[in-house]
């Protein structure tokens, strides 16, 4: 019973395949930049006050996948430039367009932080995953003989984000990357269930990063 | 639960003393929903030490010389300019299975009163703070994460009206002597 059970566990994660998915990418430059060597960037997000739903494991992995893909440029992680800021950047403080921006760099504690910091961008993300829609039956079981599934569930998934890039010298946002990606993922099962995910958030994270590194270094 | 409150970016106030009593319910705070309708399991919070760690996180930023009075009893100290009596008036938790969606919502209302050297009432301020956060990791840190973020946000709004108010107390003082 146990060894049926491991079998089955193991079939199942070795399984574990990729969905199908669509991306669309779009971009958008407003006004010339340039980013100068030792010049910072921090990963920022509207507040929920605001009304952004932008997941937090997103932000993250925007961060982690910056600081792998390069090195050019210093990105200070979201979490460590808001405790450097606080109380100015919390989610009632920070600001939530460009038109907040010379208010905010108007307090003098802040903008010497932000000097000493040498931070030049925002990268200001907006946008969440959503399941569109659902449909199938799954149903599994269980016995003393053994136990096993049976149906077929699958589920679409829309990542949409759009990264506005602020410059605090000029206090307006030279640009926009966008990326949306789209999913379906599938589970059949015939005693063992199959997931076939499509993972299109860790799919609109990769493309993101690639977008925003692209803008940096053709601009 | 221990919520890091880092150092202010704020401006010290000098040449003023001020001491500070907190009220048990923001030195050892505990919630429990065991009245929750909802069916879910039981929430506790236990906030230990973090909402006087707040408290005096903030404060010293303003006020490098604080004092901390375990109650406040009539006596007079000759080298204090204010007293701040400091509690927790509400905490309110909206779990998602009450509010149906995917995130806890935590409320918290702070009343501090503000008196002179002669313990006259000066003021009263009603401090709040909110925070939220998304289920998206395991529920146990998505309600510790939207707790640290309303305590957080109490120390953001305390900020301000310190920053805002303090000059028109010291004028209320300055025009009583």
Redesign the interface.
């Known amino acids: 019973m146990m060894q049926n059970l491991v079998f089955i566990l193991f079939l199942s994660f070795f399984f574990i395949l990729a969905g199908c998915t669509t991306t669309r990418l779009e971009e958008q430059t407003n006004l010339p930049f340039e980013i100068l060597e030792g010049e910072s960037l921090v990963i920022t997000s509207n507040s929920y006050h605001a009304g952004n739903e932008t997941e937090d494991d997103f932000l993250q992995c925007i961060n982690k996948s910056l600081a792998n893909k390069q090195k050019t440029f210093n990105l200070i992680s979201t979490q460590e430039f808001i405790n450097q800021l606080y109380p100015w950047f919390e989610p009632r403080t920070a600001p939530q367009t460009t038109e907040d921006l010379s208010d905010f760099l108007g307090k003098d504690l802040v903008r010497q932080k932000i000097e000493m910091l040498s931070v030049r961008y925002f990268l200001n993300i907006s946008g969440q995953t959503k399941t569109n829609s659902s449909s199938g039956a799954l149903s599994c079981a269980a016995g003393p003989g053994g136990g096993g599934c049976f149906g077929l569930a699958w589920w679409d998934d829309t990542s949409s984000y759009t990264t506005s890039i602020w410059d605090l010298e000029q206090e307006s946002s030279v640009g926009n990357v966008s990326a949306s990606v789209s999913g379906t993922s599938v589970i059949p099962a015939l005693i063992i269930p199959i997931p076939i995910i499509a993972r299109t958030q860790k799919t609109a994270c990769e493309e993101m990063s690639d977008q925003i590194l692209d803008f940096f270094t053709r601009n | 639960m221990t919520t ?8 010290k106030i000098e040449n003023f003393n001020l001491a500070v009593i907190y009220d048990e319910t923001i030195k050892n705070y505990q919630f429990e929903n065991i009245n929750s309708e909802s069916g879910e399991a039981t929430i506790k919070i236990d906030f230990a030490n973090s909402q006087v760690n707040l408290f005096n996180k903030i404060l010293k930023s303003f006020f490098p010389e604080l004092i901390e009075l375990t109650s406040k009893n009539n006596e007079i100290y000759s080298n204090i300019d204010l007293y701040m009596e400091a509690k927790l008036e509400t905490f309110e938790l909206l779990s998602p299975t009450e509010s149906r969606n995917d995130k806890y919502a935590v409320w918290l209302k702070y009343k501090i009163d503000i008196y002179d050297h002669k313990s006259i009432l000066l003021s009263s301020w009603n401090i709040t703070g909110y925070g ?3 289920t ?2 395991r529920a146990p840190e998505s309600l510790t994460r939207a707790v640290d ?1 309303a305590l ?2 109490s ?3 305390l ?2 009206k310190i920053e805002d108010d303090f000059k028109t107390l010291v004028k209320i003082m300055s025009t009583d002597l």
């Open positions: 890091v409150i880092p150092e202010p970016l704020v401006a939220e956060h998304g998206e990791s973020l957080r946000d120390g953001v709004n900020v301000i």
